[in-house]
């Protein structure tokens, strides 16, 4: 069964530092989506992308975050100037269509530890 | 707007015996619910959806939940725990306009999650 996979499974960084968190979704997904989850707290969904554009953005998704589709396969989320707060689990997440009964299907997820 | 709230934090249960965990929604409109359940260290899985085709909805291993409108409530239930079954699990309703139908690029609203542990 396809399925969505993330890059690198866990990352540290110093604050400051610049991160690029990787995934690729299933190859015939045309919705794409970021979700954290900082220890102890719920998922939240930080940002939806679709035809290359960003389709929807949560309070979370600042100035500092990014998201990109470089090419057909990966999608990435880019953390420009990392703070201590953004130490979380990172789930990448896509779906066929838009109706919102199609399940979106996860990565495992990148846990991103800053120092 | 959308929400969901799970009345339990954690859920402690014997091997063997049934597991319920509850959940509750709040949703203008007809809701797209999911239950998702998250081993240690492992991604999300989806376990079962509400697509508005049957109230009582069978999922993987097992599990299944009944929407119940009237008591806008989405629980989840399996008749006999087993130890694999301990996990962190999420009640999700589906968010942006449409529910259901489409026009939806609904991003999902997590409740809280309930912890499931299963003793021997």
Same mark, same amino acid.
């Given at each position: ?18 991160? *690029?968190?990787?995934?690729?979704? *299933? ?18 969904? %930080? ?12 309070? *979370?998704? =600042? ?7 470089? =090419?057909?396969?990966?999608?990435? %989320?880019? *953390? ?5 707060? =953004? ?29 | 707007?959308?929400?969901?709230t799970q009345l339990d ?7 063997? +015996?049934?597991?319920?965990?509850r959940c509750n ?25 509400? +697509? ?19 008591? +806008?409530?989405?629980?989840? +239930? ?36 309930t ?6």
């Amino acid at each position: 069964e396809p399925e969505v996979t993330q890059t690198p499974s866990h990352q540290v960084t110093q604050m400051g530092q610049e991160v *690029i968190l990787r995934c690729v979704p *299933i190859s015939n997904h045309l919705y794409f989506y970021w979700y954290r989850q900082i220890l102890g707290q719920k998922v939240e969904f %930080l940002v939806s992308f679709y035809n290359n554009e960003i389709s929807e953005k949560s309070e *979370i998704f =600042d100035d500092q975050f990014s998201v990109e589709r470089p =090419d057909g396969s990966n999608f990435t %989320l880019k *953390i420009r100037s990392t703070k201590l707060e =953004d130490s979380a689990m990172y789930f990448c997440a896509s779906r066929p269509g838009p109706r919102g009964n199609q399940p979106q299907h996860f990565g495992d997820g990148t846990r991103l530890s800053i120092l | 707007a959308q929400s969901v709230t799970q009345l339990d934090s954690h859920v402690s249960v014997s091997e063997g +015996t049934p597991v319920l965990l509850r959940c509750n929604y709040s949703s203008s409109y007809s809701p797209s619910l999911f239950w998702y359940v998250q081993h240690p260290n492992k991604g999300l899985q989806l376990l079962l959806k509400y +697509t508005s085709a049957a109230t009582l909805v069978k999922g993987i291993n097992g599990f299944e939940a009944e929407f119940k409108k009237s008591e +806008t409530s989405f629980h989840l +239930t399996k008749p006999s725990a087993h130890m694999s079954d301990a996990a962190e699990y999420f009640c999700v309703v589906s968010g942006g306009a449409g529910g259901n139908y489409g026009g939806s690029q609904g991003n999902l609203i997590f409740g809280k999650g309930t912890k499931l542990s299963v003793k021997p």
